[in-house]
């Protein structure tokens, strides 16, 4: 009788170990984000999760304009004083750099992660300030954040409980980010808008000007139509035209 060179509990020592290799070296690049390079090493884990700053302490025109906004340099300045009078951290040479910048009257040239083309209105109030019964009853009830974080039921679960946590609807996990970075990769596409404003019941009521009851059915009927044919009605039936319509979004 032939005996094989290699018992089949060697050959297993040494595939298993070079399948585990291959897999590692042909991690998916989704699973390691593009991080931008920024003028200054700013961690959001260290300031948000460690020091327990919130999110609107430094953004704070989110809940009032369009924009949230990134700080301006004076904003660091109340924590770390100038380079006159160093606070929290006075011999950090990244901090040094933000105190440069004050001193020259210079804003710091922060590089922009999350950006929308110009004919795409956002209004980061409207989405602050939105009333969570907003939503259809049943959205964000299927949420598993430990197998999905990014899925839409965990993404208006997270919406739904409101305050700081809301932000983390659009922009994932942040207090854990020591380069913030797009979660999701069709952020901003229309597509992505659309999934959630599909989950929003009668926002603002349009007012149909001078139609009679019956004309303002038929109107109705119509909208429908156009709604199912540019997919804007969800698998569910919902469709809310004022969330859909072109002009919500589009200048
Ligand atoms: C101490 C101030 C501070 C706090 C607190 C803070 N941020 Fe920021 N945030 C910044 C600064 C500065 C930048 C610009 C540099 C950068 O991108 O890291 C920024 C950038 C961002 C960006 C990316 C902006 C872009 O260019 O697209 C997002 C999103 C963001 N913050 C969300 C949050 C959320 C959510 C929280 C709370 C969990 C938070 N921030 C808390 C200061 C802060
Ligand atoms: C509400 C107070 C507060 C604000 C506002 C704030 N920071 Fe900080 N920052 C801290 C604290 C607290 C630490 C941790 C210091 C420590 O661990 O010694 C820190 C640490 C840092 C560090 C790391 C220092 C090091 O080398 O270890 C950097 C860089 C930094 N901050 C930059 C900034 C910038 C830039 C801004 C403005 C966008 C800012 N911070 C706004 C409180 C603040
Ligand atoms: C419904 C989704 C959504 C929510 C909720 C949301 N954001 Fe945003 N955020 C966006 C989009 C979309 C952009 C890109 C806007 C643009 O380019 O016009 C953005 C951009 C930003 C920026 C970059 C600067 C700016 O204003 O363009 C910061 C900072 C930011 N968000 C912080 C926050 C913070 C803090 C919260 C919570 C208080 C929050 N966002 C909640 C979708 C969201
Ligand atoms: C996670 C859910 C969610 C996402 C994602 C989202 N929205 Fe919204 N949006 C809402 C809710 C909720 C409202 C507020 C409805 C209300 O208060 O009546 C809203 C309102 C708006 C409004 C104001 C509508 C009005 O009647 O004034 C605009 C404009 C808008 N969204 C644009 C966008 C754009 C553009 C995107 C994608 C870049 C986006 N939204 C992504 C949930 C979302
Ligand atoms: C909830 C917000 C929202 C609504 C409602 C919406 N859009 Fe958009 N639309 C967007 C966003 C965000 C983009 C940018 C996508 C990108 O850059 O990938 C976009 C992109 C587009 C583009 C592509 C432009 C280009 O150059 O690629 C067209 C065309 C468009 N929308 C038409 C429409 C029409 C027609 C409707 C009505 C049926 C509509 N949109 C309703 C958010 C919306």
Known sequence: MIRSRF??????????????????????????????????????????????????????????????????????????????????????AEVNKMRDYWAQGDPIPWVKIHDLPDFVRFPHKKHINAESSRFVDEAGQGCNLDKA?????????????????????????????????????????????????LQVKGAVERKRTGSTLAGWFHAKENDAKREAAAQLVSDKGYHNSNMSDCVTCHY
């Open 7 to 92: 018992s089949p509990l060697a050959l297993l020592f040494l595939v298993v170990p070079t399948v585990l290799l291959l897999c590692v070296s042909a991690t998916p690049t989704w699973a390691k984000p593009k991080l931008i390079e920024q003028p200054i090493a700013f961690s959001h884990k260290l300031h948000v999760s460690q020091n327990g700053i919130a999110c609107q302490y430094c953004h704070l025109y989110a809940r009032r304009s369009f924009s949230a906004g990134v700080p301006p340099v004076s904003t660091c300045l109340g924590c770390h004083g100038s380079n006159k009078m160093k606070i929290v951290a006075p011999d950090s």
């Open 149 to 197: 974080p990014r899925s839409l039921e965990c993404r208006l679960s997270q919406f739904r409980t409101g305050g700081d946590q809301r932000c983390q609807a659009c922009h994932g996990a942040v207090p854990e980010m020591e380069v913030v970075y797009k979660v999701d990769d069709n952020f901003g596409s229309m597509g992505w808008c659309l999934e959630c404003h």
